[in-house]
T-cell receptor, first 114, second 110 residues
Framework: ETGVTQTPRHLVMGMTNKKSLKCEQH?????MYWYKQSAKKPLELMFV???????ENNSVPSRFSPECPNSSHLFLHLHTLQPEDSALYLC?????????????FGPGTRLLVL | DQQVKQNSPSLSVQEGRISILNCDYT??????FLWYKKYPAEGPTFLIS?????DKNEDGRFTVFLNKSAKHLSLHIVPSQPGDSAVYFC?????????FGTGTSLTVIP
């Protein structure tokens, strides 16, 4: 399998549930990212991991908890979410963290919180 | 406040004609700009990029123009094809941070 994959592609959860989103990149990249895309809003960067270390957390609520066990895998653990967290969650990776790098995206997980 | 703006939510163009998608940004420190294309139910795919030291980059039917003084970026597609129908996002980066526009939905009419 090539590129960036994400599972599940669709997820419906209640506000008291705990779930995890998974991202895997097969590109040999060293940086991975989580983005949120809400309707009619630009992509919002949530977290950045460089060489498995978190380097950016853009004021994301603690109900979103990322985990990066190695350079190829990235998780987003979800608990006690709110309906306004319903969105498309996109994972991306790039070769190196930093300047003038192109990010490659996965297909996204469409999340609905009831 | 949005640092990257795409003011046209949609654009329709006849097949074979030129499509011009526009993007404006506010931060003069951005040093790298990218265009992504997104089909429904798929993630954005990289299309073309340009460094801030250039004003034009061409790749086949796609050309990106950068006007730093106006803080304006545009993507030209010529000739447009029905398969180009998608949502196009522009993005600007500064270090590890990427900022995206809200997208322009392009429809190429056969």
């Amino acid at each position: 399998e090539t590129g960036v994959t994400q599972t599940p592609r669709h997820l419906v959860m209640g506000m008291t549930n705990k779930k995890s989103l998974k991202c895997e990149q097969h590109l040999g990249h060293n940086a991975m990212y989580w983005y949120k895309q809400s309707a009619k809003k630009p992509l919002e960067l949530m977290f950045v991991y460089n060489f498995k270390e978190q380097t950016e957390n853009n004021s994301v609520p603690s109900r979103f908890s990322p985990e990066c066990p190695n350079s190829s895998h990235l998780f987003l653990h979800l608990h006690t979410l709110q309906p306004e967290d319903s969105a498309l969650y996109l994972c991306a990776s790039s070769q190196l963290p930093g300047e003038q790098e192109t990010q490659y995206f996965g297909p996204g997980t469409r999340l609905l919180v009831l | 406040d949005q640092q990257v703006k795409q003011n046209s939510p949609s654009l329709s163009v006849q097949e074979g004609r030129i499509s011009i998608l526009n993007c404006d940004y506010t931060n003069s420190m951005f040093d790298y700009f990218l265009w992504y294309k997104k089909y429904p139910a798929e993630g954005p795919t990289f299309l073309i990029s340009i460094s801030s030291i250039k004003d034009k980059n061409e790749d086949g039917r796609f050309t990106v123009f950068l006007n730093k003084s106006a803080k304006h970026l545009s993507l030209h597609i010529v000739p447009s094809q029905p398969g180009d129908s998608a949502v196009y996002f522009c993005a600007a980066s500064l270090g590890n941070q990427f900022y995206f526009g809200t997208g322009t939905s392009l429809t190429v009419i056969p």
